[in-house]
């Protein structure tokens, strides 16, 4: 559907995947000459969301956690001083970008790319946890004045072991793998590539 076309060196997107409603919408949209806006959203949906198919190699940053691939994608090929989040304001570009993950992923490979992204949630939160965590403990302390004894409430800041945070993230992470295990076994029997395709659609409902 979205391709890198080597003889131009610039994404190109098949006939077939001009005629998908969204992609002709998000076409039609941009009244420039050169449609340049257009490139730049297929160029953003191909970096971010292609996957490896029989000929072509797919996004090189797709290993990059999502936002991560996004901002990149953003920086190297659209434009450094635009923000993704800016340019995800256009729901036409939206609406594209679901409708290809739906045309060329099926559902496990979409569970599986959201699995990777708590994945990493995971282990970000796990490397922001500390070692030790600050609280404050209340202490009741004698104070004696000249006439009369009395007795105040400080509350002190104390350092406490925060292994089992950690263990708990950890826990998290391995959980998360084991289902990562049982999707891919799951993908195994999904019977989805058509080797045969020219516009590099990755399922049989688009022949």
């Not at 409603?21 to 971010?48: A, G, M, P, V, W």
């Amino acid at each position: 559907m979205l391709y890198f076309d080597k003889e131009k060196r610039k994404v190109s997107i098949t006939p077939v995947g001009l005629e998908v409603k969204e992609f002709k919408n998000l076409f039609n949209s941009d009244k420039t000459k050169e449609k340049t806006y257009f490139q730049d959203c297929i160029t953003f949906i191909y970096y971010c969301f292609a996957k490896k198919t029989h000929d072509d190699n797919g996004s090189i940053y797709i290993n990059y956690p999502l936002q991560e691939r996004m901002e990149t994608v953003v920086d190297d090929h659209i434009d450094s001083r635009k923000t993704v989040k800016g340019f995800l304001k256009d729901n036409k570009l939206q609406l594209a970008i679901d409708k290809y993950n739906r045309i060329t992923k099926t559902p496990m490979e979409r569970n599986l790319e959201d699995l990777y992204e708590d994945m990493a949630n995971s282990i970000k939160r796990l490397k922001n946890i500390p070692e030790v965590r600050k609280e404050k403990i209340t202490v009741e302390v004698t104070i004696p004045p000249s006439d009369k004894e009395r007795i105040e409430k400080l509350d002190v800041p104390i350092e406490v072991d925060n292994t089992n945070e950690k263990i708990r993230s950890y826990k998290m992470i391995n959980e998360i793998l084991e289902l990562e295990e049982k999707y891919k076994e799951k993908m195994k029997k999904e019977d989805v590539m058509d080797e045969y395709n020219p516009y590099v659609f990755e399922t049989k409902t688009a022949n």
